[in-house]
C-alpha cells in the first residue's frame, strides 16, 4: 500500500482525527444550505410568476352550450321553435286551442272534391292543416268554407317532398305530436283523425300509415291492404319473399309513401334523410326504418282499424291517356325501366309527361341508393343496424 493511502486510512482510524474531520464539514453543510434556503427567497418568485401567467381555465357558469345566432340573447327570450297556429291581428285568443297534430297535403285543383272531404275532417278533429298547391292555384280554393282557416302554399309543379323539406323544418313542427303527410287522391269515408292517433300511441308506431280498402283501392304493395282481423299489422307474408323471419323492407318495417305518418321524433330524423334536390323521394320508403327510434319491426306499422280509399288519380304530369307504369310492371323494387321506356315509346313519339315524370323518380332513386352507400362507407363512426338494407 502506498503512503498516501497509509495516510488517509490512519487517518479516519484515529478517533480524535475523526473527531476534526466531522467538525470541518459540518460548517460546510450548513453553508451550504444558507445558500440554498436565501438562493431560492430570490429564485422562487420569478417560477411563481411564470406559473401565474399560464392561463388557467375556469368554470363560467353563465357558458352554455347555445344554437349558433342566438348567443347575444338572454336565455329566457329564445323562441327555439314554432308552429303553424294563426293568430289574429289583434287581442289574444281565450283559450289555447293549439292542434297536437299537423296535416300536410299536395292539393291540385282538380282534385278539390277529395281534398274537401279530408280537409273538413282533420279540421273537426283540431288538425293544423296545410295545402301545397302544386299546380299554382290558389282563389280558387275560396270557394271553400274552410280556406282562411289553413295555411295555403303555392309552387308550380313540385312535389309534397319538395315542399316538406322547405316548410316543414322539424324546429316549425316540433310541437306537433304527428305529422301527416298524404296525396290527395285518397278517400276518408271510414277514417277518424284522432282515433288513429289514439292507436298509435298506444301501439307504439313511431311511423304508420292507414291500411287500404283493398276492395276500393288501387293497392301496389300486399302489405298495405286493410286486414279485417286486426288492429294494426307490421309484416306481410309472401311465399319465397316474406314469412315470419322477415326482418326487412317490403316484408316488414315498411311503409307506403302515399299516406305516411310520422312522430316528431320520427319526423325530425326523416327531415333529415330527405334530399334537398331529390324532390320525388323514391328510396326514401326502404330506408325509413333507420328513423324507428328503435326496432323498425315493431315501431312501424299499417293501421287496419282506421283505413282510407287509395283511389290512384294521377296529378302531376298527367298524360292525355293515363298509363301507370305500375300496371305494366314497374317498380323500384326491379330497377328496370328499359322495357318499360320501349314499350311505351313505341306507341307515340310525343314526350309523355307521366312518365317523364316515372323516369325522373326513377333515376333519383338511384342516385338516393348511391348516396346511401357512399355515405355508410364514408362514416367510420355509424354503425348500420340494418346491414341488408338497400342492396
Request: glycine content about 4%.
Amino acid at each position: 500500500m502506498s503512503m498516501k493511502s497509509t495516510n488517509i486510512v490512519s487517518l479516519f482510524e484515529d478517533p480524535h482525527n475523526r473527531r476534526s474531520c466531522v467538525y470541518s464539514v459540518v460548517p460546510a453543510v450548513s453553508a451550504l444550505f444558507l445558500i440554498l434556503f436565501f438562493g431560492a427567497v430570490f429564485i422562487s418568485p420569478k417560477y411563481e410568476l411564470k406559473i401565474e401567467a399560464l392561463p388557467i381555465p375556469k368554470f363560467n357558469k353563465c357558458q352554455k352550450c347555445k344554437p349558433d345566432g342566438n348567443e347575444a340573447l338572454p336565455e329566457g327570450i329564445v323562441a327555439k321553435t314554432s308552429n303553424l297556429q294563426m293568430r289574429p291581428l289583434w287581442g289574444f285568443p281565450k283559450s289555447d286551442n293549439s292542434s297536437f297534430s299537423l296535416f300536410a297535403i299536395a292539393a291540385g285543383i282538380k282534385q278539390s272534391d277529395l281534398v274537401d272531404k279530408m280537409v273538413t275532417k282533420f279540421l273537426s278533429s283540431n288538425f293544423s292543416v296545410m295545402l301545397f298547391h302544386y299546380d299554382g292555384v290558389v282563389d280558387q280554393w275560396k270557394t271553400f268554407e274552410w280556406c282562411d282557416r289553413v295555411i295555403h302554399v303555392s309552387a308550380a309543379n313540385q312535389t309534397k317532398w319538395w315542399f316538406a323539406k322547405r316548410f316543414l323544418h322539424p324546429d316549425i313542427v316540433a310541437k306537433y305530436s304527428y305529422i301527416f303527410l298524404w296525396d290527395e287522391d285518397l278517400g276518408v269515408e271510414d277514417f277518424n283523425p284522432q282515433k288513429y292517433v289514439s292507436i298509435v300511441k298506444s301501439e307504439g308506431l313511431e311511423i304508420s300509415q292507414p291500411a287500404l280498402d283493398p276492395a276500393k283501392s288501387e293497392v301496389h304493395h300486399q302489405i298495405t291492404a286493410r286486414s279485417r282481423r286486426s288492429i294494426v299489422h307490421r309484416r306481410t307474408y309472401k311465399p319465397g319473399l316474406c314469412d315470419k323471419n322477415s326482418t326487412a323492407p317490403p316484408c316488414t318495417g315498411w311503409i307506403e309513401m302515399m299516406a305516411p305518418v310520422f312522430s316528431r321524433a320520427a319526423w325530425r330524423c326523416v327531415w333529415y334523410m330527405i334530399q334537398n334536390d331529390l324532390i320525388h323521394a323514391w328510396g326514401l320508403d326502404m330506408q325509413l326504418g333507420y328513423c324507428a327510434q328503435g326496432d323498425r319491426t315493431k315501431n312501424v306499422g299499417i293501421v287496419d282499424a282506421e283505413y282510407v280509399i287509395h283511389y290512384g288519380r294521377p296529378t302531376l304530369g298527367v298524360p292525355e291517356e293515363k298509363k301507370d307504369l305500375l300496371e305494366i310492371g314497374f317498380s323500384p323494387e326491379t330497377e328496370n325501366i328499359t322495357h318499360v321506356m320501349t314499350k311505351t315509346s313505341s306507341h307515340s313519339h310525343k314526350k309523355d309527361p307521366r312518365l317523364e315524370v316515372r323516369r325522373q323518380s326513377f333515376l333519383e332513386f338511384k342516385i338516393f341508393k348511391r348516396r346511401w352507400i357512399q355515405a355508410a362507407k364514408k362514416d367510420n363512426c355509424w354503425i348500420d343496424p340494418y346491414s341488408q338494407s338497400l342492396k
